[in-house]
């Protein structure tokens, strides 16, 4: 497996959320592999329906025309009617019997040769195992289960750990915002201010451990992975070769029913046969396969796990307030503070400033009630913006 994570650089970074919860990779999403093998054995089952019914519609069609021959040979032959005009007319029942036999040894092709052709090797290749379904399925089943365990019970911790991690970041943010408010309370007690300063440096320090156990059984997760890969490919593998040769015999059916009905050198009926014939050799195992392999398969995109920051929320600016109050009444820095973003941010409204994490710009009015200051880009472009995704840059 020394190619497999060069493969997975070439995937999309962020797959739709939709594949993401559908890869294959992703806990007991490899069912659909298995339960492949019923649908093939049903595909089976509608294909002798199917032909079956094409066979009564043959046999039918054989009759009407058996039918029709009989009753005006004898109407013809009473005819005043001698010599090659005679002949001719009665050559059309003659071809007409002709055409009738042929249509009906294709009804008996298509039960007898290739209905019972389907169902022998349908016996063959799908061997059942007592309550338990077909012996491919089960077993299929049971080497995914145990292959995919060890890796799904890693991930679940993974996922408790990081769901931790985030709550704690949150809880850091709820003990930095009242420690800021405690700072700003000229009432307020040192003792007091110190208790929150203390709580927060607390809820600092929780972090930071839950951030060390997030990234150790990340480390744990990632190590394991190439081999959980390695071992789930190879039973997907055996699982590929099976559906290969059930594709390569159906494909074998298809050009044999095919065989059977492309009776006529009609050049009309000919061209119609000749594109149903190209159709039915561009079946192409390889591309099925692969088709399979990037849809339900390992060539699936998959978010595989990593570190997620915790992005605080942001307060909705409630505008009509904001407006109400009046530009006068809000503080107005001369010159503006520099400060410097700490999470990129997307502007919902047209009066609020985008950025990245990291760019540097100037707040030019203070934090209001609402959470929200004002600033200019260094492009000139000003507006409103969370006051939590800033900090003062030295």
């Known amino acids: 497996m020394t190619d497999a994570f060069p493969k997975m650089a070439s995937l999309p970074r962020e797959p739709p959320e939709e594949d993401r919860k559908r890869s294959f990779w992703m806990p007991r999403n490899y069912v659909r592999t298995v339960r492949r093998t019923d649908q093939s054995f049903q595909a089976c089952n509608d294909l002798v329906a199917c032909f079956t019914e094409r066979a009564k519609v043959e046999k039918q069609y054989a ?14 032959d009473s005819r005043p009617l001698y010599g090659s005009l005679m002949r001719a007319w009665q050559c059309f029942f003659t071809s007409t019997e002709r055409l009738s036999e042929l249509h009906s040894s294709i009804s008996q092709s298509l039960v007898g040769e290739d209905g019972a052709r389907v169902k022998t090797w349908q016996k063959e290749t799908f061997p059942k195992r007592l309550f338990c379904g ?15 365990k060890p890796w799904s019970k890693k991930l679940t911790k993974l996922e408790k750990v990081r769901a931790d991690y985030h709550k704690l970041c949150q809880r850091e943010q709820a003990a930095l915002e009242k420690e800021k408010q405690a700072n700003e309370n000229v009432q307020m007690s040192e003792e007091k201010k110190q208790k929150f300063v203390e709580a927060r440096e607390k809820a600092s320090e929780e972090k930071e ?15 394991y992975t190439p081999r959980y890969m390695e071992e789930m490919e190879a039973i997907f593998e055996n699982a590929q070769e099976e559906e290969r040769k059930r594709i390569s015999f159906l494909k074998q059916t298809f050009l044999s029913i095919h065989r059977h009905l492309d009776i006529t050198n009609n050049e009309s009926v000919k061209a119609v046969y000749s594109e149903l014939h190209q159709t039915l050799m561009s079946i192409n195992e390889q591309d099925d396969l692969k088709w399979w392999k990037n849809h339900h398969g390992p060539g699936m995109p998959t978010d595989w796990p990593k570190i997620q920051e915790w992005v605080p929320p942001v307060k909705k600016l409630k505008r009509r307030k904001r407006d109400q109050k009046g530009q006068g009444s809000r503080p107005v820095m001369i010159g503006g503070v520099k400060v410097r973003a700490l999470y990129d941010y997307a502007g919902e409204e047209g009066d609020e400033l985008s950025f990245k994490a990291g760019e540097v710009f100037l707040k030019v009015e203070e934090e209001d009630d609402q959470g929200w200051c004002r600033g200019v880009l260094s492009g000139g472009k000003e507006g409103f913006y969370p006051a939590n995704y800033v900090e003062v840059a030295e």
């Open 63 to 76: 009759q009407q025309l058996s039918q029709w021959s009989s009753k005006w040979k004898s109407i013809v």
């Open 134 to 148: 077909f012996k491919e399925s089960h077993d299929n089943n049971s080497s995914f289960s145990r292959a995919q």
């Open 209 to 223: 451990k839950h951030r060390d156990r997030y990234e150790k059984m990340l480390e744990d997760v990632s190590s």
